[in-house]
C-alpha cells in the first residue's frame, strides 16, 4: 500500500474518532457517568464525601482571600520593607487548615442533618414552600452557625476570651452579606435543587462566600 494512501486512512479515521469523541451524545454520555458516580457516592457515603466538597471548596476560598489581602499589603508597602519582610510564604496554611475544619468538615454534617430536617418537616418545592425553607435556614440556622463558625476559630486561634468582642465588632455586618447572597441563593436551592444535591449546591455558593467569610472571620478587630 503505498504511503500517501496510508496517511490518508489514519487522517480519515482520526477525523471520524475525534467527532464521535466530540459528538453531543458522546460528551452527555461522559457528563451523566460522572453524575450518577457521584449519585452513588453520595448514595453510600453522603457525610463523608459532603464533608470532603465543603472542605475543598473552604480551602479554596480561604486561599484565594489570603493571596488577595497579602496582594493589598504588598502594594502598600515600600520597596525597603517589602525587602526587610523578604518573601514569605503566600499563603499561611495553618490558617486554612483552621478554616477547613470549621467551615468544610464541621459544616457539612451539620448541614447534611439540616437540610433532612427541612425536607421532612417542610415538604413540597413550591415558592411557598421554598420561602419557608429559606426562612427557617436564614433566620434560624444561618444566624446560629455564623456564631458557631467565629467561636470555634477564635478557640481554635487561642483566642476564647476575645470571642464576645469578636461577635459586636464583625458579626450582624457578616449576617447582612449572608442574607444578601443566601436568601434568593436557598429559594433556587430549595425550589430547583433534589434534596441530595441540596448541600453540593450550598457549596457552591460557598466558593463566594467563604473567600468573604474568611476575611471577617481573621481580620482584626480594630480594622
Not at 33 to 45: A, Q
Amino acid at each position: 500500500m503505498r504511503p500517501h494512501i496510508l496517511t490518508k486512512q489514519r487522517s480519515s479515521g482520526t477525523v471520524l474518532f475525534l467527532r464521535r469523541f466530540l459528538s453531543r451524545d458522546a460528551i452527555d454520555g461522559r457528563s451523566i457517568t460522572l453524575i450518577e458516580k457521584y449519585s452513588k457516592l453520595l448514595d453510600s457515603r453522603p457525610i463523608p464525601v459532603k464533608a470532603f466538597t465543603a472542605a475543598v471548596i473552604a480551602a479554596f476560598g480561604d486561599t484565594v482571600c489570603q493571596i488577595y489581602e497579602n496582594s493589598n499589603v504588598s502594594e502598600e508597602l515600600s520597596e525597603g520593607e517589602k525587602r526587610d519582610k523578604g518573601s514569605g510564604p503566600v499563603v499561611d496554611f495553618a490558617r486554612t487548615a483552621r478554616f477547613v475544619l470549621v467551615g468544610g468538615f464541621m459544616f457539612a454534617p451539620v448541614a447534611h442533618f439540616w437540610y433532612g430536617l427541612l425536607g421532612k418537616y417542610v415538604s413540597g418545592t413550591n415558592l411557598f414552600s421554598s420561602l419557608k425553607k429559606m426562612a427557617c435556614d436564614q433566620f434560624i440556622f444561618a444566624p446560629l452557625f455564623t456564631g458557631v463558625i467565629f467561636s470555634s476559630l477564635m478557640i481554635l486561634e487561642g483566642k476564647a476570651a476575645k470571642i464576645l468582642e469578636k461577635l459586636r465588632h464583625d458579626y450582624w455586618t457578616t449576617m447582612l452579606t449572608n442574607w444578601t447572597l443566601w436568601m434568593p441563593a436557598q429559594v433556587v436551592n430549595f425550589s430547583f435543587v433534589p434534596a441530595r444535591y441540596q448541600v453540593l449546591f450550598a457549596n457552591g455558593v460557598g466558593l463566594i462566600w467563604n473567600v468573604y467569610m474568611s476575611s471577617q472571620c481573621f481580620k482584626q478587630m480594630d480594622e
